[in-house]
C-alpha cells in the first residue's frame, strides 16, 4: 500500500485546479441505466470511486469507456439488475444504482451497503421512498431485492432523524423520472450535486422542478434518451486547497471553482480572519493575520456547513488562537481523524458529538494513520503545517476522492510525496 509523506513548513503559492465533483458524478453515471442510448459525461474525476461505479455499470451489462475525464457509457447492453457485494461493500454510494435499475428494469436487487467508519450508514428513507412510488421491496440474505411492474407517482416525505438524504434523493428523484404520474419529494437534499443529477436527467428529457429546494416535482416520462452532461466542480476538494492556503499562511487562486457551493464555509472563514475574493471560476484565498481565530461550526444539509469539511476544518482549528467547537449533526461518530491529529500535537477532546478543539502553536509531524476520504484530507492538511516530517498510511482513502492530490500540491510548493509502503 503506498503512504504519503509531507514535510511541513511550507507556505503555499501559486495556482491549482479543481477536478469534477465526485459525489455528482456517482450518481449520474448511475443515472445513464435509464436509457438504451449513449451518454458521454465529462468533468468526471479519474478516483476509485468512479473506477468502482464504472465496474459495476459493466457487470450490469453496459459498456463504459474513461478517455481522461470524459466517460463514454452505452446502456444498451444492460442486461442484469443485480449489484453485487464485491462491489458495494467498497462503496456505499453504490446503492444510487438501487433506483434507477428499478426504473428502467422493473426489479433491482443491490447489496445492503455496509456501515462505514463515519458511522452507521441505514437506507430507510431509499426504502421508503421506493416503496411510496410501489416498488415490493424485500431486504434478506444482505440484499435489497425491489421490484415494480410499474412505478406510480406519489407524495413523499423524505426527511429521516438527521435530516435530508442526498443519495436516498437521488435514488427517488431517478425512479421517479419513468413513474406514471406527478411525484413530490419534500425535505429533499438541496446539495449541489443533485441539481447537477437533476440537470442531467433533465437533458435525458426528464420534467423536474425545485431541484435545489426542500421540494422537488417530477412529471414522469414514458423514455429518457442519451444526453451529453459536464460534471460540477467539486466543492469539498476547492474547500479542502483553500483551507490548505490558509493552514500554511500561503496564497492561493482555486481555478475552476464554484464559489457559490461554499458560502457556509466562507461564512466561517469569515470569523477565522481570511482573505477570500472570488472571481469567475476563481478563488483567491490568503490568511490575513498571523494569528486564527477559534470558530464554531455545526455540520448541517446544504446550505449549512458541510460535514464532508468538518476533519479539513478541525486541522484549521487546531492551530487556531482559542478553543473552537466543532458539532456533527449528520455523521455524530465522524470523528476518527480526532487521535491521529491529537497524535501530532494537537488538543482535541470529544463530547458526545462535538470535539472541543483548544487550539495549539504548532502541530508536529508524526506517522498517522488514514481513516476515511475527508480525514485523509485533515492529516495532510496538518502534516502541511506540522513541524517536520508526517508520513500518512493507508491513502487508499485519499484515491477514493481526490484526483492526483499530491502532484496538486507539488505544484503550489508543497514538500509531499508518495511512496510505496
Ligand atoms: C452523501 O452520502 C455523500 N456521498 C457523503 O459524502 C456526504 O457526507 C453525505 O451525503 C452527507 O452530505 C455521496 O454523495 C456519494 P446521506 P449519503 O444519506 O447520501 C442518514 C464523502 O466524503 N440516513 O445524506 O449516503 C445518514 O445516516 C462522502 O464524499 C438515514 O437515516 O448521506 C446520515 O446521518 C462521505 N437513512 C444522514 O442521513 C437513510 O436512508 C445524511 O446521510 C439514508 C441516510
Known amino acids: 500500500m503506498d503512504k504519503i509523506i509531507i514535510e511541513g513548513g511550507v507556505p503555499l503559492k501559486g495556482n491549482i485546479e479543481v477536478s469534477g465533483a465526485k459525489n455528482a458524478a456517482l450518481p449520474i453515471l448511475a443515472a445513464t441505466l435509464l436509457t438504451e442510448e449513449k451518454c458521454i459525461i465529462k468533468n468526471v474525476p479519474v478516483l476509485r470511486d468512479v473506477m468502482t461505479m464504472l465496474r459495476i455499470l459493466r457487470s450490469l451489462g453496459v459498456k463504459t469507456q474513461m478517455v481522461g475525464n470524459k466517460v463514454i457509457v452505452e446502456p444498451k447492453k444492460c442486461k442484469s439488475y443485480i449489484a453485487d457485494y464485491k462491489f458495494v461493500s467498497t462503496m456505499r454510494a453504490s446503492i444510487c444504482v438501487l433506483g434507477p435499475l428499478l426504473a428502467k428494469k422493473k426489479q433491482a436487487k443491490v447489496s445492503m451497503p455496509g456501515g462505514c467508519i463515519i458511522g452507521q450508514r441505514p437506507v430507510d428513507l431509499h426504502i421508503k421512498g421506493l416503496r411510496a412510488l410501489g416498488a415490493k421491496i424485500k431486504v434478506e440474505h444482505g440484499y435489497i431485492d425491489a421490484r415494480a411492474k410499474q412505478l406510480r407517482g406519489a407524495n413523499i416525505f423524505l426527511g429521516g432523524a438527521y435530516g435530508s438524504s442526498v443519495l436516498a434523493t437521488s435514488n427517488v428523484l431517478m425512479s421517479a423520472c419513468l413513474a406514471k ?235 509531499i510525496k508518495r511512496v510505496k509502503e
Open 181 to 415: 404520474g406527478k411525484t413530490l419529494i419534500e425535505n429533499a437534499a438541496c446539495e449541489p450535486e443533485i441539481v447537477d443529477l437533476a440537470n442531467f436527467l433533465i437533458k435525458m428529457g426528464a420534467k423536474i422542478q425545485g431541484q435545489g429546494t426542500p421540494l422537488i416535482i417530477i412529471e414522469g416520462v414514458k423514455k429518457l434518451n442519451g444526453a451529453t452532461h459536464t460534471v460540477i466542480p467539486d466543492r469539498i476538494e476547492a474547500g479542502t486547497f483553500i483551507l490548505a492556503a490558509i493552514i500554511t499562511g500561503g496564497d492561493l487562486i482555486i481555478e475552476k471553482a464554484r464559489a457559490d457551493h461554499l458560502s457556509a464555509l466562507f461564512d466561517k472563514l469569515k470569523q477565522v480572519g481570511v482573505s477570500i475574493t472570488v472571481r469567475g471560476d476563481t478563488i483567491h484565498a490568503k490568511r490575513k493575520a498571523a494569528v486564527l481565530k477559534p470558530v464554531d461550526i455545526t455540520t448541517l444539509p446544504y446550505p449549512g456547513f458541510p460535514t464532508d469539511m468538518q476533519a479539513q476544518m478541525m486541522a484549521l482549528a487546531s492551530i487556531s488562537d482559542g478553543i473552537s467547537v466543532l458539532t456533527e449533526k449528520i455523521f455524530p461518530d465522524r470523528f476518527m481523524h480526532v487521535s491521529e491529529l491529537n497524535r501530532m500535537g494537537a488538543g482535541i477532546f470529544l463530547e458526545g458529538a462535538s470535539a472541543i478543539v483548544k487550539g495549539v502553536k504548532r502541530l508536529s509531524g508524526a506517522p498517522v494513520m488514514a481513516s476515511d476520504l475527508r480525514a485523509s484530507a485533515a492529516l495532510i492538511l496538518a502534516g502541511l503545517v506540522a513541524k517536520g516530517k508526517t508520513e500518512i498510511s493507508r491513502i487508499y482513502h485519499l484515491d477514493r476522492g481526490y484526483e492526483k492530490i499530491e502532484e496538486k500540491l507539488q505544484k503550489v510548493g508543497a514538500k
